[in-house]
């Protein structure tokens, strides 16, 4: 999983993948804590409109509440960083809307399609970083291998989201 994510405006992005099926585990990927813990964060998310999401990453904890939850092609909720300034700016509360949509690509494929938005204004380097990097560890744990670290996926990639965020505040 090496394509960069789109930055569809400065203040969303959108990351496309092809992962092993079915969909159904794709979606246990996205659902069920002792998955999600294997490429992502601890934690649970309540699988229901208004359930509550509550996930401890390395930067902090993460809260919200789920906006769509249509098993198993769309997951949706917000997304309010309560941690470090590496996932927000000082003093700053913006509630983001994470998506997930998944469908099915052949007999044992799946396109996910991971949007995030609204994005704070500095950070669309650093988020679409991050969400590269989550995604790569997901593609690493989907297929049994154990994922590269965060730090090291991270780092190599930021330089690239980087330069296209600010490609993208230059013509826009």
């Avoid at 309540?46 to 390395?58: A, F, K, S």
């Avoid at 000082?90 to 994005?119: C, K, M, N, W, Y």
């Avoid at 154990?146 to 330089?159: D, G």
Wanted: glycine share 10%; with cysteine.
């Amino acid at each position: 999983m090496s394509e960069l994510g789109k930055i569809i405006d400065r203040k969303t992005i959108r990351f496309e993948r092809v992962v092993a099926g079915p969909i159904e585990r794709v979606w246990d990927y996205l659902t069920r804590p002792e998955l999600i813990a294997t490429w992502l964060a601890t934690g649970e998310i309540e699988l229901r409109v208004g359930g509550r999401v509550e996930l401890q990453t390395m930067g902090g904890v993460v809260r919200g509440v789920v906006t769509r939850c249509d098993p198993p092609r769309a997951l949706a909720y917000t997304w309010i960083a309560d941690g470090s300034e590496a996932m927000r700016p000082a003093g700053e509360d913006l509630e983001s809307i994470l998506s997930f949509e998944l469908t099915a690509h052949g007999v044992d494929q799946v396109v996910l399609v991971l949007t995030h938005r609204p994005i704070w204004d500095g950070f669309m380097g650093r988020t679409g970083s991050g969400w590269h990097t989550i995604l790569e560890r997901l593609g690493s744990a989907m297929r049994g291998e154990e994922p590269a670290p965060f730090m090291e996926i991270f780092n190599r990639v930021i330089p690239d989201y980087e330069r296209l965020a600010s490609s993208t505040k230059e013509s826009g």
